[in-house]
């Protein structure tokens, strides 16, 4: 489903210097995989799953992406969200003035339009949508409020689940979706990750800590330190780390 | 100024056309002496800096003045018409009695011309129309005052609640190159209450010359809500002056909207002459085309103590547009606990767009609580990255995001219906 080949990239600092992030990821995700990504602090993996998504500010330099054998680069952040690629963001944005139903309904629907398929009218929508946000514990009031305005961390990151959920994307991007959650919260996003599960769908889960992998269990467990995956494994890889720390890699990794 | 130029003649014609009003010798003796203080006057030049950004060129005066006639029925003319019970119709400055309606208006409430004000209520109206304006701070206020034809004179009567909006139309049609001169005298007595709706269109007009006065006076907790629509012709000039004079815990609300002519310039003046007044001015400017120019001054006056005013004014430009905010709040010596707050965001469309923005505070006391902030800048990155990131399409985020930003002004018009309509007049593109 998705095929990275020794992808670089870098972005300009504040004093316009290049800066290399990324020195050559290679990653194959078969339908149906979860693939945790997890490293140190400033090792690139927020980097890698905004550049996958089209954020501006990063350049590619060297290497490919593809998903279902479409050439993301080649796509508008848009035309990604059509493709089937979706990001769940670290950090949220607040947009005052935005409905958040409002804002949910156009992205169903522009979705739908790109993929040629009639929009959605207003009861179905939201029949959906009321469906879906039960499975992830939000209260319907968070539909009139503006897109994420005054909303708390947890809350956030429900958002972003609920948005997930609604788009059903063939890819999952979550960025640190994890940070700053309560036991709850955590459960109610495994939970929405988790009842999307299946064959034709994948997931690619970046964090932190192992915490999370406790509810969403990977196939793959991948370690990048400096803008490259240094060690692949299995589940019990994420379990090494949360009792090792990732020291005993980057030593391993040089030797 | 010196000779006799073009425009002087342009004006001098118009001129002659005004009425003459028999048996009102005052007021046509205070007319041509207003008239003559102007001219001797001139046009402000630019290097007023109360005028730096915005220049009348004298060229802008027709030479004849509006005339009655049958409006177009237009679709435009059918919504506003619909919105409000009470509607006071203007056609080319002239009333246009068979198209208004007063009926929903209660009894004791006085709504008339002002020409018709002058027979039935003239010791009462007399000061208003005397009213001395300084040629340097508000020349146009003076050139009105000599020309003015007519207008609304309205009187709510102490404790009276006007439930319905009164609405206030100025249509501009079937007619090029011409002037109007409207006055309105707004008179909320002591604990009333008032919505109006000052609202300026155009359907087939073009070249035409508006020099709008509106006087507001609130008396002792007095409540008025005053929404004003600019939507003129794109070849129009449009200058208006909104005074506002403010006694104990009165409170004012204003929401200028700005869309049309080709050049605009509104001042909104207001005196809080007595403690506990309150005044929200709110103001946003929509420039959608090469060439137009909109320039708002608003300026505060805190004559008293507890005073609190607010002003948020928002701008979206296109294209070669042009806007100017100068805002400004001063608290005068002896005052104190005074509470003000002003801001001009702007979002600029386009890279050949323009904002001159200038907030002043200018503070002669002390114990005030003051903020001022200005904002010039494009649609916000992240927040676009994040529509875009959800498979919405560049257009439509472009719009999303223009629509939220201009959402904050038009919710602070509280009347649903009356919101609808200028929310929808102000995004029809035409």
């Not at chain 2, 939507?231 to 104990?248: F, P």
């Not at chain 2, 909207?257 to 007044?277: C, M, T, V, Y």
């Not at chain 2, 001015?281 to 608003?298: C, K, T």
Request: net charge negative.
């Amino acid at each position: 489903m998705l095929q990275i080949k020794n992808l670089h990239a870098s972005i300009q600092d504040e004093k316009q210097k290049t800066k290399c992030i990324l020195r050559g990821i290679n990653l194959q995700i078969n339908p149906g995989e979860v693939h945790a990504i997890m490293g140190p602090n400033g090792s690139g993996k927020s980097t890698f799953a905004n550049i996958l998504a089209g954020r501006e500010e990063y350049q590619v330099t060297e290497g490919s992406a593809l998903l279902d054998n479409q050439d993301l680069f080649a796509l508008e952040p848009e035309q990604r969200a059509a493709a089937g690629l979706f990001l769940a963001f670290q950090y949220p944005v607040e947009i005052p003035g935005v409905n958040n139903m409002y804002f949910l309904k156009a992205a169903v629907n522009s979705i739908r339009k790109q993929r040629q398929l009639p929009p959605l009218d207003a009861m179905d929508f939201l029949t959906l949508v009321k469906t879906k946000m039960k499975e992830v514990n939000m209260d319907e009031k968070f539909l009139s409020r503006a897109v994420n305005e005054g909303f708390s961390g947890g809350e956030k990151k429900r958002n972003e689940v609920l948005q997930m959920l609604m788009l059903e994307p063939r890819l999952a991007i979550l960025d640190e979706t994890d940070s700053g959650l309560d036991v709850d919260a955590l459960q109610a996003v495994a939970k929405g990750v988790n009842s999307l599960r299946n064959p034709q769908r994948s997931f690619i889960v970046v964090t932190h800590y192992q915490r999370l992998l406790n509810y969403i269990i990977p196939d793959r467990v991948h370690v990048m330190v400096r803008g490259q995956i240094i060690k692949s494994g299995g589940k019990e890889l994420a379990l090494e780390i949360e009792e090792k720390g990732y020291g005993w890699l980057e030593k391993e990794a040089q030797a | 100024m010196s000779g006799i130029t073009a425009s002087q003649t342009n004006l001098e014609m118009c001129f002659t056309q005004n009425p003459h009003f028999p048996r009102k010798k005052w007021l046509n003796d205070f007319r041509l002496q207003q008239f003559k203080q102007f001219l001797h006057a001139g046009f402000p030049a630019r290097k007023d800096e109360l005028w730096k950004y915005t220049e009348i060129k004298e060229n802008l005066i027709p030479e004849k003045m509006g005339i009655l006639c049958e409006p177009l029925y237009s679709e435009k003319f059918s919504a506003a018409t619909a919105i409000s019970n009470i509607v006071f119709v203007f056609i080319n400055g002239h009333f246009a009695e068979k198209l208004s309606n007063t009926q929903a208006l209660p009894p004791q409430v006085t709504l008339c011309m002002i020409s018709q004000a002058l027979e039935t209520h003239e010791d009462k109206i007399k000061p208003y129309l005397l009213r001395e304006f300084d040629v340097k701070r508000f020349p146009f206020a003076k050139l009105n005052a000599g020309m003015m034809t007519n207008g609304m004179f309205l009187e709510i009567p102490k404790n009276i609640t006007v439930t319905t909006p009164i609405h206030l139309l100025f249509i501009n049609t079937k007619q090029h190159e011409f002037m109007t001169n409207p006055r309105n005298i707004i008179i909320a007595g002591q604990h009333s209450n008032v919505t109006i709706i000052e609202d300026h269109f155009a359907e087939n007009a073009q070249h035409y010359f508006t020099n709008a006065v509106t006087d507001i006076h609130a008396a002792e907790n007095a409540r008025v809500n005053y929404y004003k629509i600019q939507d003129d012709h794109l070849s129009a000039t449009h200058i208006a002056n909104v005074l506002v004079e403010q006694k104990q815990d009165s409170c004012v609300k204003t929401v200028f909207l700005s869309k049309g002519a080709r050049l605009e310039r509104e001042d909104l003046s207001i005196w809080q002459q007595e403690r506990g007044a309150e005044t929200d001015m709110h103001g946003l400017y929509v420039l959608r085309h090469d060439q137009q120019h909109v320039d708002h001054h608003v300026h505060v006056d805190h004559l008293a103590a507890n005073g609190t005013s607010s002003m948020l004014y928002k701008g979206i430009l296109e294209k070669k547009s042009h806007a100017v905010f100068n805002g400004k709040v001063y608290v005068h010596p002896a005052t104190k606990q005074i509470n003000a707050h002003q801001a001009n965001h702007n979002l600029l469309l386009s890279t050949e767009a323009e904002v001159n923005s200038k907030p002043e505070l200018e503070i002669y006391a002390e114990d005030v609580k003051c903020t001022h902030g200005a904002t010039i800048g494009q649609l916000d990155n992240e927040s676009l990255f994040y529509l875009l990131s959800r498979g919405i399409e560049k257009n439509e985020a472009h719009k999303i995001l223009t629509r939220a930003f201009a959402e904050e002004i038009y919710n602070k018009i509280e009347d649903t219906v009356i919101r609808q309509y200028m929310q929808k007049r102000m995004s029809d593109h035409d």
